[in-house]
C-alpha cells in the first residue's frame, strides 16, 4: 500500500489526497499515451532534504512529452517548484515522487483534436524498490521471455506510460518464476535493461553498460558512469550478449527506484562469487553518500529544499 500523505499536485493546485480523482474516461486510461517520472528525495546527513538530479528528472519528462507530442501546459521552472513545494507541503523528508503528464477526458478513440493536457505530482515514502537484503546481498535475475520495446515500436527515450505493459509482463513473469527481477534482451538478442533499470557489467576491471540506443536512458546510469569515471576505471557503452554477463565478474542494476542493486545470479547460473563485488560495493558507496550530500563533488546534483 502507498502510504498516505496530505495532498497531491493536480494541474497547478494543490488538492487532498482523497480528492485527486480523474474520470473513467481518461484517455491515457484507455490508450496509455502519457509520461511520467520517477525521482527521489533524500534526507542528507546535515538534516536537509535534496532533490537528486532534478533539472535532469523535469529535463527527461519535458523530452518524454515532446517525443510523444503532448504540450505539457507548464513551464519547467513551474513543474520543478511544484515538485519541491510538495514534499515540503507534505512535510516529506525523503520521498519517491512521481510527476505525471497525461491526456484527459471529453474526447475518445485514437486520434483527439484537443488534447486535454493534464500534469499531476504525488510523493510518498518508498524504501528500497528491489528490497534492503537486495541492495546488500544482490537479487536474482532470470532473462526474459518478452524483447524489449524496439526503438521503433514505443521508442526508449520516454518514460511513457504504455510501455511499461513490456516491463510489467516481464517482471510478472520473473516473480512467478521465483527471482525477483526480470532483464530483457533487445531485438537482436543482446541485453538491454531490467523492467525499470539499467545494467552494469565489470569483467577484470572493465565496465560495462549497454548503449543508449535500446534503453531508457537513465538518469541514475548518467551518475554511476561519471563516478566511475572519477574512480578513474574506464566504463565502455558496449552491446553485450547474455553469456557475457553469465561470464562477468560482476553486474549490477541502477534506477532511480532500485538505486544500485547488486546482481548475484543471472538464469541460475551465479554472477562472480555470488555476492556484490568490489566495483559494485563502491559505486554504491559511493552513491549512497552523493545522494546525502557526502560527496561534495557531486553536489551540483542536489537541490535542497
Ligand atoms: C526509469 C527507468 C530506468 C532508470 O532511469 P533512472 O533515470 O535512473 O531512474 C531504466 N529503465 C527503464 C525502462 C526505466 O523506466
Known sequence: MIQQVEKIWMDGKFVNW?????HVLTHTLHYGLGVFEGIRCYKCADGR???????????????????????IPFSREEIS?????????????EAYIRPIVFI????MGIYVKNYDIRVAIAAWAWGAYLGDEGIQR???????S????????????????GSYVNSIMAKREAILA??????????????????????????????????????????????????????????KEESFTR???????????????????????????????????????????IYFRAVKGEEPRYNDWLSYL
Not at 538530479?53 to 523535469?58: A, F, I, P, T, W
Not at 544482490?138 to 526474459?144: A, D, M, Q, T
Not at 527506484?257 to 563502491?282: L, M, Q, Y
Open 18 to 22: 482523497k480528492d485527486a480523482n480523474i
Open 49 to 71: 532534504s535534496e532533490v537528486f538530479r532534478l533539472k535532469e528528472h523535469v529535463d527527461r519528462l519535458f523530452e518524454s512529452a515532446h517525443i510523444c507530442q503532448m504540450d
Open 81 to 93: 517548484e511544484a515538485i519541491l513545494e510538495i514534499l515540503r507541503v507534505n512535510k516529506l523528508e
Open 104 to 107: 484527459g477526458d471529453g474526447e
Open 138 to 144: 544482490g537479487i536474482r535475475v532470470k532473462v526474459s
Open 146 to 161: 518478452f524483447t524489449r520495446q524496439h526503438v521503433n515500436i514505443s521508442m526508449t527515450k520516454s518514460k511513457t506510460c
Open 178 to 235: 521465483g527471482y525477483d527481477e526480470a532483464l530483457l534482451l533487445d531485438n537482436e538478442g543482446y541485453v538491454s535493461e531490467g523492467s525499470g533499470e539499467n545494467i552494469f557489467i565489470v569483467k577484470n576491471g572493465v565496465v560495462k553498460t549497454t548503449p543508449r540506443s535500446s534503453v531508457l536512458s537513465g538518469i541514475t546510469r548518467d551518475s554511476v558512469i561519471q563516478i566511475l569515471e572519477d574512480q578513474g576505471k574506464t566504463v
Open 243 to 285: 553469456d557475457e554477463l553469465y561470464t562477468a565478474d560482476e553486474a549490477f542494476f541502477t534506477g532511480t527506484a532500485a538505486e544500485i542493486t547488486p546482481i548475484r545470479e543471472v538464469d541460475d547460473r551465479s554472477v562472480g562469487n555470488g555476492s556484490p563485488g568490489p566495483v559494485s560495493k563502491k559505486v554504491q558507496e
